[in-house]
């Protein structure tokens, strides 16, 4: 009966002890997870005081395994790919991160998102600081960034041997399938005359990209820019790198299948213009017989039986 007993004190311990590391962990070991998870995500993109950053965590085994249900950022600026981007809002559903990242070296450790929304604001200022130190280098100075009419305006004077020359570059904001967005020249003006020198379209081309969006290390797909009031807008949506992998296997799939389809096609054609080939040929009776007229004395005397 004592051992019984004894038996019964220890497991009641042990389910206490683990009530408590249960409790533990919910009231002081998550939410520092979702605070050092917060604070790390501020300091990774230099969000100001004033930023908002909001994180949705699941049950205590989720969390524990690097699992959050949501995640939302509202600030009105932060840093990205070492540039200055205004009004960035984030939302982002099935995040994955490092929880031992996050504990030990203070990184957020972002490893994956199911899906999201993503928005954010270029200004022309933030641009001429980016672009303006590569330009100089290249010999122009005094460079202007203007955001118009769904274009971009580059203008600036070129320092040359004798003279100083005023160039201007008119071009597009286009997404190159990655995570960046490019300037595209689409024209180039030299002292007020249209030209289309290759080298120096090249040079405006080479450029920084406008911003690398794959800091926020997911899968990005741009579905939306405008120019507004001297700022670029940028309007984009994140798929999980599992789902783009899925996706791609599907494309690859459906492009086989398509193949096969128009191979059999190729196939059932051939055999039918066979089959109309003899059906034509076993109609056709041939050349018409043509009876000799001729005289026995104008045939060959060998076939009669006969001497000529």
Do not use: H
Request: aromatic share 4%; glycine share 8%; net charge negative.
């Amino acid at each position: 009966m004592g051992c019984i007993q004894r038996l019964a004190n220890t497991v009641l311990a042990l389910v206490v002890l683990a009530l408590v590391a249960v409790l533990a962990l919910n009231w002081w070991l998550l939410p520092r997870i979702e605070g050092e998870l917060a604070d790390s995500v501020r300091r990774e993109f230099l969000l100001p005081p004033s930023s908002t950053v909001r994180i949705g965590r699941g049950s205590l085994l989720d969390t524990l395994e690097g699992q959050v249900d949501s995640f939302y950022v509202d600030s009105p600026e932060a840093k990205l790919d070492g540039m200055i981007v205004s009004d960035l809002r984030f939302r982002a559903r099935g995040i994955s991160f490092d929880p031992v990242s996050v504990l030990l070296s203070g990184n957020a450790g972002l490893r994956d998102v199911q899906s999201g929304d993503l928005e954010l604001k270029v200004s022309e200022d933030a641009l001429r600081e980016r672009w303006g130190s590569e330009l100089a280098k290249k010999g122009m100075r005094d460079v202007e960034i203007t955001l118009e009419d769904g274009s971009v305006s580059i203008d600036g004077i070129f320092d040359m041997a004798f003279a100083e020359v005023r160039i201007g570059a008119r071009g597009r904001i286009v997404a190159d399938g990655s995570t960046r967005l490019r300037l595209e020249v689409d024209e180039l003006q030299l002292g007020g005359a249209d030209i289309g020198v290759k080298e120096l379209k090249a040079a405006f081309s080479a450029l920084t990209p406008i911003v690398d969006l794959g800091q926020f290390r997911v899968a990005i797909e741009v579905d939306r820019l405008e120019m507004q009031d001297g700022y670029l807008l940028v309007r984009a949506r994140s798929t999980s790198l599992e789902n783009l992998a899925s996706e791609a296997e599907d494309r690859d799939a459906l492009a086989r299948r398509e193949r096969e389809l128009l191979d059999e096609l190729e196939r059932v054609r051939a055999g039918q213009e066979a089959a109309e080939g003899d059906v034509v040929a076993s109609e056709d009776p041939g050349p018409d017989y043509i009876p000799d007229d001729s005289t026995p004395d104008e045939k060959d005397m060998n076939s009669l039986g006969g001497e000529a």
